[in-house]
């Protein structure tokens, strides 16, 4: 069974920084992507950013330039640096895992996290 634990929400003010970090646990032999996605009340959950295990990375525009999202692909984890924060961004974020494929199985599934709710204070 493969879980995904977030950390490193919280309430921070505008302009402040936060860092989440999601950690893929389980009998995992590889994950093809990891991403953070966010949705706020109502409407669709969006992309924030997503990146492969070679190391590309994909961004939406809104937050293009003040996040940063990195891989520890030996610890199955991925990280979301978030600078400049503005209370748009407020939310609940969720980690991703897409493909992954563990040591028991051949098909590969895709996972997400619990969410952790980040706040920015005008």
């Known amino acids: 069974q493969v879980q995904l634990v977030e950390s490193g929400g919280g309430l921070v003010q505008a302009g402040g920084s936060l860092r989440l970090s999601c950690a893929a646990s389980?009998?995992?032999?590889?994950?093809?992507?990891m991403g953070w996605y966010r949705q706020a009340p109502g409407k669709q959950r969006e992309l924030v950013a997503v990146?492969?295990?070679?190391?590309?990375?994909n961004y939406a525009d809104s937050v293009k330039g003040r996040f940063t999202i990195s891989r520890d692909n030996a610890k199955n984890t991925v990280y979301l640096q978030m600078n400049s924060l503005k209370p748009e961004d407020t939310t609940v974020y969720y980690c991703?895992?897409?493909?992954?494929?563990?040591?028991?199985?051949?098909?590969?599934?895709?996972?997400w996290g619990q969410g952790t709710q980040v706040t920015v204070s005008s």
């Open positions: 990146i492969t295990s070679g190391g590309s990375t």
């Open positions: 991703n895992a897409q493909r992954v494929r563990t040591y028991s199985g051949i098909a590969s599934y895709d996972y």
């Open positions: 389980g009998s995992i032999f590889s994950i093809n992507a």
